[in-house]
């Protein structure tokens, strides 16, 4: 019997040192409670409780932790109706709060966000919805950060996953984005027929201009050559007018017989003539050409008289 006791005895004060010896792991808190009335919290490290007079209340996790948000139906502002889920990324910074403050914090927490993401979603349009993510997120997060506040529980990030209009919708704007992009190919099209239009019109302009250019100094050319011919005759009809003040009948008969022939030419260049009459007299034709001859012979003993003049070299 007395063994019996003592065995007793000995599985009490195992039982106590075990209720007494709390070791708390990195990570977490725990509540300490007397009587079942919160009086302190432990922190991470080894700790001595007094067995029957306090306890451990809650056991709190303060890493960050990762609450999924089940898809939900929620109405836009142009009542449409999406599927819409997510994920918070939320934190416990006061364990006495958390533990006393609300019951069931994830699902309290849950309940929080889910609630604001169809009053946030409600605001917006379809397009809005699903093009402003990050405000979308930013709201979400300021209201639920503030609500859970005196729960002692920071909420990090919240972060809307999906937006899933109906399949109807869906096709929808896939017609709406392809006439978007048939739209503006037409566009682009209409654009560089446009700018191929103008190019070519400046290239004719510019052709237009360089060919004027041209004919401008073709016509420059042409009448410059005509003055310097105009010149040319002039001065051989001063120097014909000089030779003929000076007796020289001869050269009078060469520029008449020159100016007759350079008239047949042309005449005889025409292409609407097929027969060329000349009414001409013998003559009058010998006559000039003798007068030519008697000019080259003049031209021909003046050029030896000055030769003879010329005196030898020693």
């Known amino acids: 019997m007395g063994s019996v006791l003592a065995l007793v005895i000995v599985v009490l004060v195992v039982v106590a040192l075990l209720k007494m010896v709390r070791i708390v792991p990195q990570g977490y808190e725990w509540t300490v409670e007397t009587f079942g009335k919160y009086t302190r919290t432990l922190e991470p490290g080894l700790h001595l409780l007094v067995p029957v007079y306090q306890s451990v209340g809650r056991k709190m996790n303060l890493m960050e932790q990762v609450l999924d948000v089940p898809s939900q139906d929620v109405i836009t502002k142009d009542n449409a109706v999406v599927r819409v889920d997510g994920v918070v990324f939320y934190q416990v910074l006061d364990a006495a709060k958390a533990a006393y403050e609300v019951a069931q914090l994830e699902q309290a927490a849950l309940a929080l966000v889910m609630t604001n993401i169809r009053t946030v979603l409600g605001s917006l349009d379809l397009d809005e919805s699903l093009s402003k993510r990050d405000e979308i997120n930013a709201r979400l997060l300021k209201v639920v950060d503030e609500a859970t506040h005196p729960w002692g529980v920071k909420v990090n990030r919240i972060e809307i996953k999906d937006i899933a209009p109906p399949r109807d919708l869906v096709d929808a704007m896939a017609r709406q984005m392809k006439a978007e992009r048939e739209k503006r190919a037409n566009i682009l099209d209409a654009e560089g027929f446009r700018q ?119």
């Open 196 to 314: 191929a239009a103008i190019l070519k019109a400046e290239g004719e302009k510019q052709s237009v201009i360089l060919a004027a250019e041209g004919e401008k100094e073709a016509a420059f050319r042409a009448a410059e050559a005509r003055e310097r011919t105009a010149e040319a005759e002039a001065k051989a009809t001063t120097m014909v007018s000089e030779a003929i003040a000076g007796g020289n009948v001869n050269a009078l008969n060469y520029f008449v017989a020159n100016n007759y022939v350079e008239a047949l030419k042309a005449m005889a260049a025409s292409p609407n003539q097929k027969m060329l009459l000349l009414p001409i007299e013998a003559t009058g034709v010998i006559g000039a050409m003798a007068g030519i001859a008697e000019l080259a012979k003049e031209s021909l003993g003046q050029q030896q008289a000055a030769a003879k003049v010329v005196p030898p070299p020693r």
